[in-house]
Every structure is written in C-alpha cells, then in structure tokens.
C-alpha cells in the first residue's frame, strides 16, 4: 500500500470523480478477449496477407499467435503479481523508474486501441456497404459515403461507452456470439467447398511470391500484418479493476481466449485457400476489409448466405472497435488520476460511473485518424491503420517482455515485493526473451511497411509528448508533482517500486 509524505501531497479528489466498478466474471471476461481478439483483425488482414504469401495464408497467423501467446504469458505474470490498473505503463514504471518512458508506453498503448478501433471502424463501413451492393440495394459507395459511415459509428460508440462498463461488457457477449457466427459461415463454406470436391487442398502448402520477396521476407511481412489479428488479449489488463478476482481468473481465462482465437483463424486461411483459386488469392488484397465476403461470394454460388453475411461483420467488427476504446478511455482515464495527463482527462460521470471527458478525448483521436487516412484516395486505409496498430503494440509489447524479465530478477531478491506471489501466475524462464526479441523483430523496418504507417505512429506519438509536456507545466503551476495516487499505485514515486536488489 502506498503512502502520502508530507512534502508532496496527494491530488484532491475532484467533483465527479470516484472508483471504478468490478463487474467482469471469468465468463464475461472470456467473451471480452475473444470478442477483442477476434473481431476485426481477421477480417482486415486477410485479404493483404493472402496476397503476399498465397496459399500457406495459415502460417503467418500460427506465427503472430505464437509470439502473441509468449508475451500473453508475461502481461500474466505481471498482471497476477500487481494487479492493477495501467497495464504495460504500470510494469513499464516498476522495472524501469522512468516517468517519461512510462508515459510513453502508456500513451503508446492508448494510441493502439485508438488506430485498431479507426481500422474496425473502416472495414465495418466497407461490409456494411457491401451487404446493400451485393443485394442489389445500391450501387458501389463512394470513398466519402464510406468514411461518413465510419465516422458515424466512432460517435455511436461513444455514446455506448458513455452509458458504462456493465453495459458495454452486456454488448459485448451479443457481438461476440455474432462474430463467432460469421466466422463459423466463411468456415462451413470452405469446408462444403472442400466436400464437393472443387479444392485442391494442396495449395494450403503452396507458397506464392506475389511481390517478389522471396518466402522469408514475405512470411515475416505478413506475419507484422498478422500481428494485428492476434492482438486484444492485453487490452484485458487494463480492465484489471473492474474485474473480480483478476489474479486467480486471469491466467486460465486468457490462455483460453487466445486459443479459441487461433481455432477460428487457422479454419478460417484454410477455407479461403480452399474456396479461392491461386489467382483470386493474389488479388484479394485489393477488397481490403470486404477480403471474407469474397471468399464466402465465391464459395456459395446459389445460396443466399453471401446476402446476410456481411451484415454479421459490421457487428463483428463493431464489437473490436467497443473494446479498444473502453480500453484506450479507461489508460487515459488512469493516466490523468495519475497528474501525467491533464487532469480533467479523469473526471468521472457521477451517476454512470465512467471516464466522459477521456471517452470524448479517445472518440475525437479516432475521428481524426478515419479522416486523415481516407484523405489519400491512393491509400489502403485497412492495412495501414492496422499496421500502426500492430507496430506500436510490438514496441510495447518488447519493453513489456524486458519489464517481465527485470521485474522477476527483483521479486527472487526481494519475494516480499509482490503482495500475491504465492498466488501469482509464473511464466515460464525463457519466454519473456524469446518473446522480446521476435516482437523486436516484427517491429523492426524490414518488414516493408507503408511510409504512412510511421507517419501516423510518430504524430500521435508527438501529440502525447505534447500534452505531457503541458501537463508538466499545470502541475508544476498547481504545486503538485505528478504521481498522484490511482487506487493503491502511486507510478510516479519511486518509493512505490519493487525494492532493488543489494549491489543494483
């Protein structure tokens, strides 16, 4: 438990502020990783990674869920040792001591779930148009009409947001059952497209080197892309104090999570090999986010299917876009109770019980980035944005893995340092290594990324550092040194981290 000196007083509580509500149980906290797992990143990818890799379109995810899987291994650790609120800044700060690093960790990981969200909001405009165009409702949308849609659903989602956890989480479980529905057809249809003998299933062995990168550099760029579809579980740690006993529920519930997630998307590659001939899977890429109704058009020729299916990935990837901005509010919300926002970023509606003023901050971030991507009418705006998403989560997650390593070295020297060791969750030795160095990797520029997607990470990037900058200041105006207290974690004093071992 942290303690308040006499010389560096405590942040007042203000108006409207107060404690967030536990309210997710193993099974909603289960429904929540899967649905944020799931959800959009399967859809958005597809497409581009078939074309660049063809038919071993399966290996790429295996590879992103087995470096996904080895850093889920250490956010449990740490989750189970310090369970709570801020996530990868929390550890970030424990290991390291720095405030400017945290914070940029921190923010790094806010501007994640913003970008995934801005992605999901995107492919949800694009399937949702192409559900009225495919049952001949209405002709091809124009850019504008698509952007105006997913502009449209970020303020809806707000709103939803707005009415709290309980509500969100309740939306949620409906999401998921529908995204599972939507997978569960482009699988049914890849397997009745096997059934009927029009697949030749040795094509899910068959490499093709569609942009002339040769099989190493291709798997390791669509392996990036990949990333992106894999990623959600970490959102779940932020969500660590509106849950019910996080540290015995954690470990099992988002390993499972996690395989459930890998299940459905190595069915899901395999159907599109199967249902796509060698040509279609070299050019999917340019339906974007529309990749899966492609494949589901293809493979029920007669059947109605392809009429309602896009309709059930708008609500598949409405709901990845719900849990990133709860995820993104919610750090935000933490990091200005913690003075290294500014602080009205924490003001809490007084009868609802949530972040408004964070909500709105998160929600306009994400308005900007729909706009400023779909400004370039040259620009895949899918693929970038998850590509921003996937590189600012393989650069969190690298500190988080060397955080893991350092923060487990301190707690042998010191076991007191950890309040739940006896409980805790252990990852095995060597993971938190392997997993740093392959998420270095994936993160590194050898991956052939957009220009863009460096833009994009970079500006928001200095937009953080600018409002850590001025909250600097007010805080240096009001008297107050930042490190203000959330529930029992005070991350700006160093008095509040493990001690370092003698002779450190």
């Not at 001591?97 to 801005?118: E, K, N, R």
């Not at 001025?470 to 490190?483: C, E, I, P, W």
Request: proline share 6%; charged share 15%; with cysteine.
């Amino acid at each position: 438990m942290s303690t308040t000196t006499p010389d560096v007083p405590s942040a007042p509580p203000e108006e409207g502020e107060g404690e967030l509500k536990r309210v997710l149980g193993p099974k909603l906290l289960l429904l929540f990783i899967v649905g944020d797992v799931l959800g959009a990143g399967i859809y958005a990818v597809t497409g581009e990674m078939a074309g660049m890799v063809g038919g071993i379109l399966w290996l790429p995810f295996l590879l992103a869920f087995a470096v996904a899987t080895m850093t889920a291994f250490s956010y449990l650790e740490l989750v189970t040792h310090y369970p709570q609120a801020a996530g990868a800044a929390l550890y970030t700060h424990k290991a390291f001591g720095i405030h400017f690093v945290t914070f940029l960790v921190a923010f790094a990981v806010v501007c994640s779930g913003i970008t995934s969200a801005s992605t999901s909001a995107n492919v949800l405009a694009q399937n949702f148009f192409g559900g009225l165009e495919v049952n001949g409702w209405m002709g091809e949308a124009s850019p504008g009409a698509v952007m105006g849609v997913a502009l449209g659903f970020m303020v809806l989602l707000a709103l939803i947001n707005l009415r709290g956890v309980g509500e969100s989480i309740k939306f949620n479980v409906v999401l998921t059952l529908v995204e599972m529905t939507a997978l569960c057809i482009v699988i049914g249809v890849g397997f009745f497209a096997m059934a009927q003998g029009g697949s030749d299933l040795s094509q899910i062995f068959v490499f093709q080197d569609n942009n002339d990168k040769g099989l190493f550099l291709a798997v390791t760029a669509a392996t990036s892309i990949a990333f992106f579809a894999m990623v959600g579980f970490e959102d779940s740690v932020n969500m660590v104090e509106e849950t019910k006993d996080p540290v015995r529920i954690f470990p099992r519930t988002m390993l499972t999570g996690l395989g459930l997630a890998v299940i459905f998307y190595m069915l899901v590659a395999i159907s599109a090999v199967a249902v796509l001939s060698p040509t279609e899977l070299a050019t999917i890429g340019e339906a974007e986010g529309e990749a899966l109704l492609e494949v589901v058009k293809q493979g029920s020729p007669g059947f109605p299917v392809d009429r309602i299916f896009p309709f059930l990935a708008v609500f598949a990837v409405a709901n990845t876009a719900l849990i990133n901005m709860l995820m993104a509010s919610r750090l935000v919300y933490g990091m200005a109770k913690q003075n290294v926002l500014p602080r009205p970023l924490g003001k809490v509606l007084r009868v609802r019980r949530t972040p408004w003023v964070a909500i709105i901050f998160t929600t306009i971030l994400a308005l900007f980035l729909i706009w400023y991507v779909a400004s370039d009418p040259e620009s895949n705006i899918v693929t970038n944005l998850s590509s921003t998403t996937a590189l600012l989560l393989l650069c969190v997650f690298t500190v988080v893995n060397v955080a893991c390593i350092v923060l487990r070295r301190r707690r042998r020297a010191d076991p007191e340092s950890s309040s739940h060791t006896k409980r805790a969750f252990n990852s095995p030795t060597v993971l938190p290594y392997l997993a740093g160095l392959f998420s270095l990797f994936l993160a590194g520029p050898w991956v052939d990324r957009d220009p863009i997607v460096y833009q994009i990470a970079g500006g928001l990037m200095v937009l953080g550092i600018a409002l850590w900058v001025l909250t600097y200041f007010l805080n240096k105006a009001s008297h107050q040194k930042r490190g203000a207290p959330v529930g029992d974690v005070l991350i700006g004093r160093d008095e509040d981290l493990p001690p370092r071992p003698p002779g450190r």
